[in-house]
């Protein structure tokens, strides 16, 4: 069985520029996950979509950050304008209702 | 807050059982105990998850003590590719419901 796809696995841009993480589910997998990972810290819950609609969203910084799950399954999140501050990991995560959640290999993002 | 207490980090000799604890003092009668690792660059792995029995899998056993305030994740033979930081959740099994991860032990496995 395929794991959770992410992509691109690096980025590097500059403060102030724009960027988008995509990300694959398990199929079947009815809920998606954005988690940030800043180096050295557990992951920290961003989003989570429940087939294509929100279901928690309040960690989510909305001033800069969005995500969307068109069609309930692949997804992106998108930083516009990047900080220094969001220099992290991103990991995407998958699961079924109920049960363990499945990580993807993550996007660590570079601001400078 | 966090729900969860464990070690910072941890030393196993490589081929013995590696005997991670985690203290859940305050857990309530429906959360499960859920462990992940992570190890270096890669996104956090599921390992085992119970609520209220001992259960083994393929990677390791869980022993949940019978007033549930404390668990312990045991690698029966810990190898060098065990080493990574192992992360004690407790969550509520129901829809909606995310991973809280808080700071993890960090295994090391030694030759």
């Known amino acids: 069985e395929a794991g959770v796809a992410q992509s691109p696995r690096y980025k590097i841009i500059e403060k102030r520029q724009s960027v988008a993480f995509w990300c694959n589910p398990i199929?079947?997998?009815?809920?998606l996950y954005w988690y940030q990972q800043i180096l050295g810290q557990g992951p920290k819950l961003l989003i989570q979509?429940?087939?294509?609609?929100?279901?928690?969203d309040s960690q989510l910084p909305k001033d800069r950050f969005s995500a969307e799950r068109l069609k309930g399954v692949d997804s992106t999140l998108k930083i516009q304008p990047a900080k220094l501050e969001d220099s992290a990991v991103y990991l995407c995560?998958?699961?079924?209702?109920?049960?363990?959640?499945?990580f993807g290999p993550g996007t660590r993002l570079t601001v400078t | 807050d966090a729900k969860t207490t464990q070690p910072p980090s941890m030393d196993c000799a490589e081929g013995r059982a590696a005997n991670l604890p985690c203290n859940h003092s305050?857990?309530?009668?429906?959360?499960?105990v859920y462990w992940y690792r992570q190890i270096h660059s890669q996104g956090p792995q599921y390992i085992i998850h119970?609520?209220?029995n001992n259960e083994t899998n393929e990677m390791a056993s869980l022993i949940i003590t019978e007033d549930r305030k404390s668990s312990t994740l045991i690698l029966p033979h810990a190898t060098l590719r065990d080493t990574a930081v192992y992360y004690c959740?407790?969550?509520?099994?129901?829809?909606?419901?995310?991973?809280?991860f808080g700071g993890g032990t960090r295994l090391m496995v030694k030759p």
């Open positions: 995560a998958s699961s079924l209702e109920l049960g363990p959640e499945y």
């Open positions: 199929s079947g997998h009815a809920t």
């Open positions: 979509f429940q087939n294509n609609g929100v279901v928690d």
């Open positions: 305050t857990i309530s009668g429906n959360e499960y």
């Open positions: 119970g609520l209220k």
């Open positions: 959740i407790v969550r509520v099994e129901n829809a909606g419901n995310m991973l809280t």
